[in-house]
């Protein structure tokens, strides 16, 4: 399959994220496909996160703690993108390697697929529970989710 050719955003909701979050945009900006914008939605951080975020090229907006919410907060930050696609990372995850943001983007080349995601792996140093929640969502095998998958799934 041919490489899809199109502008990217990606965003990062983040509540105080000044440990990882220099070393996560960092590696953003080294990908072999360049993001057009790294999008930070900071919680109302009590550390540095978003001047540091600042100081690493993304554009960030504060919300007050009190408005954040998982789904809503993306939606919001989704749409103050104006590319053809946006990708969604969490504070504590790292792209595997440079061509992360390729890879995501390469099954969007078959006009049948309308979202992608990303096997997620824990930090060496990630609690017990966070390395098992993603060993379940993410397991070592690749699959696909049609539309029957996720229907049998919702229990349709």
């Keep these: 399959m041919e490489q899809v050719s199109a502008s990217v955003s990606l965003v990062i909701p983040t509540l105080n994220a000044s440990q990882s979050i220099s070393e996560l945009i960092g590696a953003l900006n080294r990908q072999s496909l360049p993001l057009d914008e790294v999008l ?17 090229g993304a554009r960030v907006v504060v919300i007050p703690r009190s408005e954040f919410n998982h789904g809503g907060t993306r939606h919001k930050a989704f749409l103050m993108t104006k590319t053809d696609y946006v990708l969604f990372m969490t504070q504590d ?9 390729e890879n995501l983007l390469e099954p969007f080349s ?24 993603r060993a379940f969502n993410y397991p070592s095998d690749s699959f696909v989710r049609d539309v029957s998958t996720c229907l049998a799934y919702a229990g349709n």
């Design 93 to 101: 995850a790292l792209p595997a390697n440079e061509h992360y943001v």
């Design 110 to 133: 078959d006009g049948k697929i309308a979202m992608v995601s990303g096997r997620q792996l824990p930090r060496a140093d990630a609690r017990a529970f966070e390395k098992l929640v």
């Design 40 to 56: 930070v939605i900071d919680s109302s951080s009590e550390d540095n996160t978003a001047d540091l975020a600042e100081k690493c």
